[in-house]
Protein backbone atom coordinates (compact mmCIF):
# COMPACT_ATOMS: atom_id res chain seq x y z
CA UNK A 1 0.00 0.00 0.00
CA UNK A 2 1.27 3.31 -1.29
CA UNK A 3 2.14 5.65 2.06
CA UNK A 4 0.43 8.38 0.99
CA UNK A 5 -3.04 6.59 1.24
CA UNK A 6 -5.31 7.16 3.36
CA UNK A 7 -5.09 5.06 7.15
CA UNK A 8 -8.04 3.46 8.25
CA UNK A 9 -7.70 2.07 11.78
CA UNK A 10 -10.76 -0.05 12.98
CA UNK A 11 -11.10 -1.01 16.58
CA UNK A 12 -13.13 -4.53 17.12
CA UNK A 13 -13.21 -5.84 20.89
CA UNK A 14 -16.29 -8.75 20.92
CA UNK A 15 -14.58 -10.79 17.98
CA UNK A 16 -11.00 -11.75 16.64
CA UNK A 17 -10.71 -10.19 13.19
CA UNK A 18 -10.60 -13.36 11.09
CA UNK A 19 -13.89 -14.23 12.65
CA UNK A 20 -15.52 -10.78 12.24
CA UNK A 21 -17.02 -11.69 8.38
CA UNK A 22 -18.56 -8.02 8.40
CA UNK A 23 -15.70 -6.40 9.45
CA UNK A 24 -12.94 -8.58 7.31
CA UNK A 25 -15.95 -7.50 4.12
CA UNK A 26 -15.43 -4.09 5.38
CA UNK A 27 -12.05 -3.88 5.21
CA UNK A 28 -11.74 -5.49 1.87
CA UNK A 29 -13.38 -2.78 0.77
CA UNK A 30 -11.02 -0.21 1.82
CA UNK A 31 -8.10 -1.62 0.86
CA UNK A 32 -9.42 -2.59 -2.60
CA UNK A 33 -10.31 1.27 -3.04
CA UNK A 34 -6.19 1.75 -2.30
CA UNK A 35 -6.73 2.69 1.36
CA UNK A 36 -4.30 1.67 4.09
CA UNK A 37 -6.00 -0.28 6.86
CA UNK A 38 -4.90 -1.48 10.49
CA UNK A 39 -7.10 -3.46 12.98
CA UNK A 40 -6.93 -3.70 16.73
CA UNK A 41 -8.75 -6.40 17.90
CA UNK A 42 -8.44 -9.05 20.80
CA UNK A 43 -6.00 -12.29 20.10
CA UNK A 44 -8.12 -15.62 18.58
CA UNK A 45 -5.83 -17.45 20.68
CA UNK A 46 -2.15 -17.32 23.21
CA UNK A 47 -0.22 -17.73 20.08
CA UNK A 48 -1.10 -15.56 17.69
CA UNK A 49 1.11 -12.67 16.84
CA UNK A 50 0.96 -9.06 18.44
CA UNK A 51 0.88 -8.25 14.52
CA UNK A 52 0.17 -9.88 11.46
CA UNK A 53 -1.86 -9.63 7.70
CA UNK A 54 -5.08 -10.96 6.48
CA UNK A 55 -5.75 -10.18 3.23
CA UNK A 56 -4.06 -6.51 2.77
CA UNK A 57 -5.46 -5.83 6.49
CA UNK A 58 -2.39 -5.17 9.09
CA UNK A 59 -4.14 -6.98 12.62
CA UNK A 60 -2.11 -5.75 15.49
CA UNK A 61 -4.19 -8.24 18.11
CA UNK A 62 -3.69 -7.99 22.00
CA UNK A 63 -3.85 -10.35 25.00
CA UNK A 64 -7.95 -10.04 26.49
CA UNK A 65 -8.43 -10.50 29.64
CA UNK A 66 -9.99 -13.66 31.35
CA UNK A 67 -13.98 -14.45 30.68
CA UNK A 68 -15.69 -12.17 32.79
CA UNK A 69 -18.99 -12.85 34.92
CA UNK A 70 -21.10 -10.33 36.74
CA UNK A 71 -21.16 -6.96 36.43
CA UNK A 72 -17.95 -6.11 37.87
CA UNK A 73 -16.46 -8.58 35.62
CA UNK A 74 -17.66 -7.11 32.93
CA UNK A 75 -16.67 -3.69 33.83
CA UNK A 76 -13.13 -5.09 34.55
CA UNK A 77 -13.01 -5.75 30.75
CA UNK A 78 -14.09 -2.91 29.13
CA UNK A 79 -11.70 -0.82 30.69
CA UNK A 80 -8.87 -3.66 30.37
CA UNK A 81 -9.65 -3.95 26.74
CA UNK A 82 -9.82 0.00 25.87
CA UNK A 83 -6.34 0.53 27.87
CA UNK A 84 -5.18 -2.21 26.09
CA UNK A 85 -6.39 -0.78 22.40
CA UNK A 86 -5.50 3.16 23.37
CA UNK A 87 -2.16 1.79 23.73
CA UNK A 88 -1.80 -0.26 20.81
CA UNK A 89 -3.33 2.64 18.94
CA UNK A 90 0.02 5.17 19.84
CA UNK A 91 2.10 2.27 18.53
CA UNK A 92 -0.20 2.53 15.11
CA UNK A 93 -0.09 5.88 14.54
CA UNK A 94 3.53 6.50 15.09
CA UNK A 95 4.24 3.98 12.94
CA UNK A 96 1.69 5.77 10.50
CA UNK A 97 -0.71 8.43 11.26
CA UNK A 98 -4.37 7.22 10.44
CA UNK A 99 -6.61 9.91 9.83
CA UNK A 100 -10.08 8.01 10.64
CA UNK A 101 -10.86 5.73 13.34
CA UNK A 102 -14.00 3.45 12.76
CA UNK A 103 -15.25 2.25 15.94
CA UNK A 104 -17.57 -1.05 15.53
CA UNK A 105 -19.51 -2.02 19.22
CA UNK A 106 -20.61 -3.58 21.75
CA UNK A 107 -18.82 -2.14 23.93
CA UNK A 108 -19.86 1.35 23.36
CA UNK A 109 -17.07 3.20 24.91
CA UNK A 110 -14.73 4.12 22.21
CA UNK A 111 -15.95 7.03 21.71
CA UNK A 112 -13.81 8.50 24.54
CA UNK A 113 -10.60 7.30 22.41
CA UNK A 114 -12.02 8.86 19.19
CA UNK A 115 -12.47 11.96 20.49
CA UNK A 116 -8.78 12.25 22.13
CA UNK A 117 -7.48 11.49 18.83
CA UNK A 118 -9.76 13.97 17.26
CA UNK A 119 -8.93 16.76 20.13
CA UNK A 120 -4.61 15.67 19.72
CA UNK A 121 -4.77 14.75 15.54
CA UNK A 122 -8.27 15.62 14.15
CA UNK A 123 -8.64 12.08 13.70
CA UNK A 124 -12.42 11.48 12.47
CA UNK A 125 -14.61 9.14 13.92
CA UNK A 126 -16.78 6.21 11.94
CA UNK A 127 -19.32 4.64 14.44
CA UNK A 128 -19.99 1.05 12.70
CA UNK A 129 -22.88 0.07 15.08
CA UNK A 130 -23.18 -3.74 14.85
CA UNK A 131 -25.73 -3.83 18.22
CA UNK A 132 -28.32 -1.70 20.19
CA UNK A 133 -26.81 -2.61 23.84
CA UNK A 134 -29.28 -1.15 25.60
CA UNK A 135 -31.58 -3.28 24.21
CA UNK A 136 -29.23 -6.46 24.46
CA UNK A 137 -29.35 -5.44 27.91
CA UNK A 138 -32.79 -6.20 28.45
CA UNK A 139 -33.21 -9.09 26.16
CA UNK A 140 -30.50 -10.94 27.96
CA UNK A 141 -31.53 -10.09 32.00
CA UNK A 142 -35.19 -8.87 31.30
CA UNK A 143 -35.45 -5.63 32.99
CA UNK A 144 -34.01 -2.36 32.74
CA UNK A 145 -32.16 -0.15 35.80
CA UNK A 146 -29.28 1.66 36.12
CA UNK A 147 -26.99 -0.16 33.96
CA UNK A 148 -29.61 -0.01 31.32
CA UNK A 149 -29.42 3.79 31.73
CA UNK A 150 -25.68 3.88 31.85
CA UNK A 151 -25.73 2.25 28.06
CA UNK A 152 -28.61 4.83 26.71
CA UNK A 153 -25.37 7.43 28.21
CA UNK A 154 -22.46 5.79 26.44
CA UNK A 155 -24.93 5.04 22.72
CA UNK A 156 -25.18 8.68 23.37
CA UNK A 157 -22.11 10.20 23.24
CA UNK A 158 -21.18 7.74 20.89
CA UNK A 159 -23.61 8.62 18.66
CA UNK A 160 -22.58 12.72 19.15
CA UNK A 161 -18.95 11.92 18.84
CA UNK A 162 -19.04 10.26 15.79
CA UNK A 163 -18.81 12.05 12.24
CA UNK A 164 -20.47 9.48 11.19
CA UNK A 165 -23.00 6.31 11.76
CA UNK A 166 -23.34 3.32 9.96
CA UNK A 167 -26.06 1.31 11.07
CA UNK A 168 -26.83 -2.29 9.92
CA UNK A 169 -30.08 -1.90 9.02
CA UNK A 170 -33.03 0.35 8.76
CA UNK A 171 -34.00 -0.28 12.09
CA UNK A 172 -30.80 0.48 13.72
CA UNK A 173 -30.72 3.36 11.32
CA UNK A 174 -34.07 4.60 13.26
CA UNK A 175 -32.79 4.62 16.71
CA UNK A 176 -29.75 6.79 15.50
CA UNK A 177 -31.54 9.47 14.09
CA UNK A 178 -34.31 9.04 16.41
CA UNK A 179 -33.29 8.17 20.14
CA UNK A 180 -29.52 9.27 19.04
CA UNK A 181 -30.35 12.71 16.88
CA UNK A 182 -27.73 12.02 14.46
CA UNK A 183 -28.47 14.15 11.59
CA UNK A 184 -29.40 12.41 7.90
CA UNK A 185 -26.55 13.54 6.87
CA UNK A 186 -24.26 11.48 8.85
CA UNK A 187 -25.93 8.65 8.76
CA UNK A 188 -25.64 5.49 6.17
CA UNK A 189 -26.66 2.02 6.01
CA UNK A 190 -24.47 -0.94 5.26
CA UNK A 191 -25.86 -4.22 5.67
CA UNK A 192 -23.65 -7.28 6.61
CA UNK A 193 -24.69 -9.44 3.72
CA UNK A 194 -21.96 -11.92 2.31
CA UNK A 195 -19.95 -11.49 -0.52
CA UNK A 196 -21.80 -13.45 -3.23
CA UNK A 197 -18.57 -14.28 -5.18
CA UNK A 198 -16.83 -15.59 -1.66
CA UNK A 199 -20.08 -17.63 0.25
CA UNK A 200 -21.95 -19.76 -2.02
CA UNK A 201 -22.50 -23.43 -1.58
CA UNK A 202 -18.83 -25.39 -2.15
CA UNK A 203 -16.75 -28.38 -0.49
CA UNK A 204 -18.49 -30.40 2.24
CA UNK A 205 -17.50 -31.00 5.62
CA UNK A 206 -16.86 -34.75 5.90
CA UNK A 207 -19.38 -37.12 7.93
CA UNK A 208 -21.60 -34.49 8.64
CA UNK A 209 -24.83 -35.85 8.18
CA UNK A 210 -23.40 -39.11 10.17
CA UNK A 211 -25.63 -41.20 7.98
CA UNK A 212 -28.54 -39.14 8.80
CA UNK A 213 -31.10 -38.18 5.98
CA UNK A 214 -31.49 -34.50 6.26
CA UNK A 215 -29.10 -31.94 7.73
CA UNK A 216 -30.40 -28.51 9.86
CA UNK A 217 -27.73 -25.53 11.00
CA UNK A 218 -27.55 -23.10 13.20
CA UNK A 219 -24.90 -20.73 12.93
CA UNK A 220 -23.88 -18.01 15.67
CA UNK A 221 -23.54 -17.07 18.79
CA UNK A 222 -25.03 -18.78 21.68
CA UNK A 223 -26.47 -16.21 24.32
CA UNK A 224 -29.23 -16.74 26.99
CA UNK A 225 -31.22 -14.46 24.36
CA UNK A 226 -30.17 -15.98 21.23
CA UNK A 227 -32.91 -19.14 21.45
CA UNK A 228 -30.91 -22.34 21.24
CA UNK A 229 -32.54 -23.26 24.17
CA UNK A 230 -35.58 -23.22 22.34
CA UNK A 231 -33.63 -24.99 19.91
CA UNK A 232 -33.20 -28.10 21.55
CA UNK A 233 -36.65 -28.12 22.99
CA UNK A 234 -37.68 -27.84 19.05
CA UNK A 235 -35.30 -31.05 18.66
CA UNK A 236 -36.83 -32.96 21.28
CA UNK A 237 -40.20 -32.28 19.64
CA UNK A 238 -39.07 -33.58 16.33
CA UNK A 239 -36.87 -36.25 18.23
CA UNK A 240 -39.17 -37.51 20.79
CA UNK A 241 -42.73 -36.39 19.27
CA UNK A 242 -42.41 -36.77 16.38
CA UNK A 243 -40.27 -39.88 16.07
CA UNK A 244 -37.64 -38.21 13.33
CA UNK A 245 -34.32 -39.68 13.63
CA UNK A 246 -33.43 -39.33 10.24
CA UNK A 247 -32.56 -35.56 10.99
CA UNK A 248 -29.34 -34.34 12.53
CA UNK A 249 -28.56 -31.00 13.94
CA UNK A 250 -25.80 -29.32 13.99
CA UNK A 251 -25.24 -26.38 16.23
CA UNK A 252 -22.47 -23.79 14.97
CA UNK A 253 -20.70 -21.58 17.56
CA UNK A 254 -19.98 -20.35 21.20
CA UNK A 255 -20.77 -18.16 23.75
CA UNK A 256 -21.48 -17.84 27.32
CA UNK A 257 -24.55 -20.47 27.15
CA UNK A 258 -22.92 -23.32 25.32
CA UNK A 259 -22.24 -25.46 28.53
CA UNK A 260 -25.75 -25.45 29.62
CA UNK A 261 -27.06 -25.95 26.48
CA UNK A 262 -24.66 -28.80 26.06
CA UNK A 263 -26.11 -30.15 29.38
CA UNK A 264 -29.55 -29.45 28.25
CA UNK A 265 -28.87 -31.40 25.38
CA UNK A 266 -27.70 -34.67 27.34
CA UNK A 267 -30.51 -34.06 29.67
CA UNK A 268 -32.94 -34.13 26.80
CA UNK A 269 -31.12 -36.77 25.28
CA UNK A 270 -30.45 -35.82 22.03
CA UNK A 271 -27.14 -36.38 22.10
CA UNK A 272 -27.15 -38.65 19.04
CA UNK A 273 -28.95 -36.02 16.56
CA UNK A 274 -27.32 -32.79 17.62
CA UNK A 275 -23.69 -31.60 17.35
CA UNK A 276 -22.10 -29.19 18.74
CA UNK A 277 -19.09 -27.54 17.02
CA UNK A 278 -17.63 -24.88 19.36
CA UNK A 279 -15.93 -22.49 17.78
CA UNK A 280 -15.15 -22.96 14.20
CA UNK A 281 -13.88 -20.18 10.94
CA UNK A 282 -15.28 -19.50 7.99
CA UNK A 283 -13.91 -22.22 5.84
CA UNK A 284 -15.49 -24.68 8.30
CA UNK A 285 -18.70 -22.46 8.55
CA UNK A 286 -19.06 -22.82 4.48
CA UNK A 287 -18.30 -26.44 4.77
CA UNK A 288 -21.52 -27.27 7.13
CA UNK A 289 -23.74 -24.95 5.49
CA UNK A 290 -23.03 -26.60 1.80
CA UNK A 291 -23.65 -29.74 3.64
CA UNK A 292 -27.35 -28.83 5.14
CA UNK A 293 -30.34 -28.95 3.88
CA UNK A 294 -31.94 -25.92 6.21
CA UNK A 295 -30.60 -23.43 8.61
CA UNK A 296 -32.45 -22.01 11.67
CA UNK A 297 -32.61 -18.82 13.29
CA UNK A 298 -34.97 -19.10 16.16
CA UNK A 299 -34.04 -15.92 18.16
CA UNK A 300 -37.11 -15.19 20.12
CA UNK A 301 -39.33 -12.64 19.83
CA UNK A 302 -37.74 -9.32 21.82
CA UNK A 303 -37.32 -5.46 20.70
CA UNK A 304 -33.49 -6.11 20.43
CA UNK A 305 -34.34 -9.31 17.76
CA UNK A 306 -37.08 -7.70 16.40
CA UNK A 307 -35.00 -4.66 15.45
CA UNK A 308 -31.89 -6.66 14.14
CA UNK A 309 -30.39 -8.38 11.03
CA UNK A 310 -29.23 -11.50 11.60
CA UNK A 311 -26.20 -12.72 9.97
CA UNK A 312 -26.79 -16.64 9.94
CA UNK A 313 -30.27 -15.79 8.10
CA UNK A 314 -27.58 -13.95 5.26
CA UNK A 315 -24.84 -16.95 5.01
CA UNK A 316 -28.06 -19.39 5.04
CA UNK A 317 -29.17 -17.79 1.88
CA UNK A 318 -25.61 -17.05 0.81
CA UNK A 319 -25.66 -21.09 0.56
CA UNK A 320 -28.96 -21.39 -1.17
CA UNK A 321 -30.24 -23.08 2.02
CA UNK A 322 -34.45 -22.59 3.47
CA UNK A 323 -34.73 -20.98 6.25
CA UNK A 324 -37.20 -21.68 8.74
CA UNK A 325 -37.03 -18.42 11.37
CA UNK A 326 -38.78 -16.40 14.11
CA UNK A 327 -41.23 -13.90 12.98
CA UNK A 328 -39.28 -10.91 13.10
CA UNK A 329 -39.58 -7.77 11.40
CA UNK A 330 -35.88 -7.30 10.11
CA UNK A 331 -35.83 -10.85 9.32
CA UNK A 332 -39.05 -10.62 7.33
CA UNK A 333 -37.09 -7.87 5.10
CA UNK A 334 -33.96 -9.74 5.22
CA UNK A 335 -35.07 -13.48 3.78
CA UNK A 336 -38.54 -12.37 1.98
CA UNK A 337 -39.76 -15.70 0.41
CA UNK A 338 -36.43 -17.66 1.44
CA UNK A 339 -37.98 -18.48 4.59
CA UNK A 340 -41.05 -20.14 6.87
CA UNK A 341 -42.09 -17.56 9.65
CA UNK A 342 -43.25 -19.23 13.36
CA UNK A 343 -45.05 -16.50 15.57
CA UNK A 344 -44.15 -16.89 19.45
CA UNK A 345 -42.17 -19.17 21.21
CA UNK A 346 -43.71 -22.77 20.97
CA UNK A 347 -40.78 -25.25 19.94
CA UNK A 348 -43.05 -27.58 19.10
CA UNK A 349 -44.38 -25.22 16.00
CA UNK A 350 -40.82 -24.51 15.52
CA UNK A 351 -39.91 -28.22 14.91
CA UNK A 352 -42.96 -28.72 12.52
CA UNK A 353 -41.66 -26.29 10.73
CA UNK A 354 -38.31 -27.42 10.19
CA UNK A 355 -40.05 -30.93 8.97
CA UNK A 356 -42.48 -29.29 6.81
CA UNK A 357 -39.98 -28.11 4.62
CA UNK A 358 -37.40 -30.94 4.91
CA UNK A 359 -40.24 -32.93 4.07
CA UNK A 360 -41.14 -31.10 0.61
CA UNK A 361 -37.83 -30.73 -1.01
CA UNK A 362 -39.36 -28.67 -3.97
CA UNK A 363 -40.60 -26.15 -1.73
CA UNK A 364 -37.04 -26.42 0.11
CA UNK A 365 -35.29 -25.97 -3.20
CA UNK A 366 -37.16 -22.79 -4.56
CA UNK A 367 -37.00 -20.87 -1.07
CA UNK A 368 -33.63 -21.40 -1.74
CA UNK A 369 -32.89 -20.52 -4.72
CA UNK A 370 -34.78 -17.23 -3.60
CA UNK A 371 -32.58 -16.65 -1.15
CA UNK A 372 -29.65 -16.74 -3.12
CA UNK A 373 -30.88 -14.71 -5.77
CA UNK A 374 -31.42 -11.78 -3.32
CA UNK A 375 -28.06 -12.42 -1.80
CA UNK A 376 -26.68 -11.49 -5.64
CA UNK A 377 -29.05 -8.73 -6.35
CA UNK A 378 -31.08 -6.51 -4.16
CA UNK A 379 -28.75 -7.01 -1.01
CA UNK A 380 -25.41 -7.00 -3.16
CA UNK A 381 -22.80 -6.78 -0.43
CA UNK A 382 -20.95 -5.10 -3.97
CA UNK A 383 -23.96 -2.20 -3.18
CA UNK A 384 -23.37 -2.40 0.71
CA UNK A 385 -19.55 -1.96 0.00
CA UNK A 386 -20.25 1.04 -2.18
CA UNK A 387 -22.08 2.79 0.36
CA UNK A 388 -19.63 2.13 2.94
CA UNK A 389 -16.11 3.53 1.06
CA UNK A 390 -18.87 6.67 -0.15
CA UNK A 391 -18.78 7.93 3.96
CA UNK A 392 -14.64 7.30 3.83
CA UNK A 393 -13.99 9.00 0.78
CA UNK A 394 -16.27 11.42 1.84
CA UNK A 395 -14.59 12.11 5.33
CA UNK A 396 -10.76 11.71 3.57
CA UNK A 397 -11.92 14.38 1.36
CA UNK A 398 -11.40 11.59 -1.69
CA UNK A 399 -14.97 12.49 -2.96
CA UNK A 400 -14.65 15.92 -2.90
CA UNK A 401 -17.91 16.18 -0.54
CA UNK A 402 -19.10 15.19 2.56
CA UNK A 403 -20.59 11.52 2.68
CA UNK A 404 -23.73 11.25 1.44
CA UNK A 405 -27.26 9.79 2.79
CA UNK A 406 -27.53 6.38 2.35
CA UNK A 407 -30.70 4.22 3.19
Keep these: MHSAAPHVLVIIQNLPFRLDRRVRSECRALTDAGYRVSVICPQEDPDEPARFQIDETTVHSYAPPPDS ?3 AGYVREFVVCWWRTARVSRRVHRDAPFQVIQACNPPDTYWLLALLWRLRRGVRFVYDQHDLCPEVYVAKFGHRGALYRALLLLERAT ?3 ADHVISTNGSYQAIAQGRGRVDPLRSSVVMSTPDADLMRRGELEPGARDQAEHLVAYVGIMGSQDGVDRLLAAVDHVVHQRGRTDVRFALLGFGDALADLRADCTRRGLDPWVHFTGRVDHAAIGR ?20 STM ?10 LPVVASDLTETRRSAGEAASYVAGTDPAAFGDAILEILDDPERAGSMGAVGRARIEGELSWHRQAATYLGVFDGLTGRAGTPAETHA
Design 159 to 161: YRT
Design 69 to 71: HGL
Design 311 to 320: NKTLEYMAHA
Design 288 to 307: WLSSADLGVTPDPPSEFNDR
